[in-house]
Nanobody, 128 residues
Framework: EVQLVESGGGLVQAGGSLGLSCTAS????????IGWYRQAPGKEREGVAY????????YYADSVKGRFTISSDNAKRTVYLQMNSLKPEDTAVYYC?????????????????????WGQGTQVTVSS
């Protein structure tokens, strides 16, 4: 059974940092890429970062570029999202998801239709 489990969410002040983890099981980790998404109340789901577990390539949404860093540890089957310089507008439930194929097809790297399994999400709250 494919499973993605997020952890590391919490409450942080604006300007602070938080790290999220996404631990995968039930599939060949290197055969799929992982994306991080977020959804705030009343807003659409937004893709924020992507990493290919086959070649390590990454991609970021403009809204987080320079502040968030995605990385992967294939041995631990875990993808990380380090979030720095957090803003109140970063408040959301954060999800990780697995690509259906080995990589996401450009140009829409973070298009949700390219992802077939999703985690349950972890809440990130940034106070002002």
């Amino acid at each position: 059974e494919v499973q993605l489990v997020e952890s590391g969410g919490g409450l942080v002040q604006a300007g602070g940092s938080l790290g999220l983890s996404c631990t995968a099981s039930g599939f060949t980790f290197a055969a799929h890429a992982i994306g991080w998404y977020r959804q705030a109340p009343g807003k659409e789901r937004e893709g924020v970062a992507y990493i290919s577990n086959s070649d390590g390539s990454t991609y970021y949404a403009d809204s987080v570029k320079g502040r968030f860093t995605i990385s992967s540890d294939n041995a631990k089957r875990t993808v990380y999202l380090q979030m720095n310089s957090l803003k109140p507008e970063d408040t959301a439930v954060y999800y990780c998801a697995r690509t259906e194929g080995i990589v996401a097809i450009p140009p829409k790297i973070l298009a949700p239709e390219q992802y077939d399994y999703w985690g349950q999400g972890t809440q990130v709250t940034v106070s002002s």
